[in-house]
């Protein structure tokens, strides 16, 4: 069983940065791609970002040019760089990575998320 830890939420102010971590107890992320998503209050869960076992990206409209994911196989870890940060953003973000579950609709593994909480 692989575990997921996310890490590097918190409360900023409008414009502000967070990079996000999310760190895997083995090697899953030079085998399996990894998705970054995020739940807002009273909303569905949304795919913000996507990386690929080979490092291809793939990134929502809504977040394209602010959020950067990249990954270091290395460290079991992938990242999200969230710049000029706006209310909007506020959700809890979760990593989701692994072979297909068996809805095929998500990966196997998902992290319990980490707040990120976007104020003046």
């Known amino acids: 069983q692989v575990q997921l830890v996310e890490s590097g939420g918190g409360l900023v102010q409008p414009g502000g940065s967070l990079r996000l971590s999310c760190t895997a107890s083995?090697?899953?992320?030079?085998?399996?791609?990894m998705g970054w998503y995020r739940q807002a209050p009273g909303k569905q869960r949304e795919l913000v970002a996507q990386?690929?076992?080979?490092?291809?990206?793939d990134y929502a409209d809504s977040v394209k040019g602010r959020f950067t994911i990249s990954k270091d196989n290395a460290k079991n870890t992938v990242y999200l760089q969230i710049n000029t940060l706006k209310p909007e953003d506020t959700a809890v973000y979760y990593c989701?990575?692994?072979?297909?579950?068996?809805?095929?609709?998500?990966?196997?593994?998902w992290g319990q998320g980490t707040q990120v909480s976007v104020s003046s």
């Open positions: 990386i690929t076992s080979g490092g291809t990206t």
């Open positions: 083995g090697s899953i992320f030079s085998i399996y791609p």
């Open positions: 989701n990575a692994g072979p297909f579950d068996a809805s095929g609709d998500h990966y196997l593994y």
